[in-house]
């Protein structure tokens, strides 16, 4: 493929470990998707955007900082290095979950129901390292 030069190709090639020859084609197609595809992003209402606006703890004690700029969220505060990013703009795939575009980091309202919510699940999944989770804690 790449010696016919077409213009916008852009492979991606995933070596999976632990999987017999048959299972890859399952594990990879839903990854294969969201990278052709990409992941859905909504528009969240300022309502909804000051819902999860506030500072986090992590159970290291380490916290950051949700905030909104010019109608986006933004993630900062001195967990950056442990959570693997530094102030990055968060994507909205519902009202209630946000990702970081490239980083493998999502995050999660634990309760949904509560108007304002005081925890919520940080999923972190980088290339070549197990998936991880971590519950923060809203400080008021």
Do not use: W
Request: hydrophobic letters at 40%; aromatic letters at 8%; charged letters at 25%.
């Amino acid at each position: 493929m790449r010696a016919r030069k077409y213009t916008h190709l852009d492979l991606k090639r995933r070596i999976e470990t632990g999987l017999a020859h048959i299972h890859v084609p399952a594990a990879g197609l839903p990854r294969a998707l969201l990278y052709l595809f990409g992941r859905p992003e909504v528009t969240l209402s300022l309502d909804q955007q000051e819902r999860i606006v506030g500072r986090y703890r992590l159970p290291s004690g380490h916290g950051f900082e949700i905030v909104s700029e010019n109608g986006s969220l933004r993630i900062i505060g001195c967990a950056c290095e442990e959570l693997g990013f530094g102030k990055v703009t968060m994507i909205a795939e519902t009202p209630n979950k946000l990702y970081l575009r490239y980083i493998g980091v999502s995050i999660e309202v634990v309760d949904p129901t509560e108007d304002i919510p005081t925890q919520i699940r940080v999923d972190r999944n980088f290339e070549g390292r197990a998936k991880d989770t971590l519950i923060a804690t809203r400080i008021f």
